[in-house]
């Protein structure tokens, strides 16, 4: 059973800038999906960033150009660097891995098979 831990989160102003990672406890295999998530108080949960296994990116376009995930297989990491983020920019974020295969890309919330327990980001104005 896969166990994914975050870190990185904190407060920081906006305009400046904050990484996230998220070590697998086992090996994330090239194939496998892996993203970022967040959820504010009161709203659902949205996608931030996907990887696919070739190293296709997708964005939700509200980061578009601020954020960009990247992923470490030989440290079975993920990265998020997030650049100038905003006051909007405040959530708890999550990393998952594994999305089912039915789903044919990566992008989308559904059919994660693993979660990790989220790690909180405030961005100050």
């Known amino acids: 059973q896969m166990q994914l831990a975050e870190s990185g989160g904190g407060s920081v102003q906006a305009g400046g800038s904050l990484r996230l990672s998220c070590a697998a406890s086992a090996y994330t295999y090239r194939h496998m999906c892996r993203g970022w998530f967040r959820q504010a108080p009161g709203k659902e949960r949205e996608g931030v960033a996907t990887i696919d296994s070739d190293g296709s990116t997708n964005y939700a376009d509200s980061v578009k150009g601020r954020f960009t995930i990247s992923r470490d297989n030989a440290k079975n990491t993920l990265y998020l660097q997030m650049d100038s983020p905003k006051p909007e920019d405040t959530a708890m974020y999550y990393c998952?891995?594994?999305?089912?295969?039915?789903?044919?890309?990566?992008?989308?919330?559904?059919?994660?098979?693993?979660w990790g327990q989220g790690t909180q980001v405030t961005v100050s104005s």
């Open positions: 998952a891995a594994d999305r089912d295969p039915i789903y044919t890309t990566c992008w989308g919330a559904d059919g994660w098979n693993y």
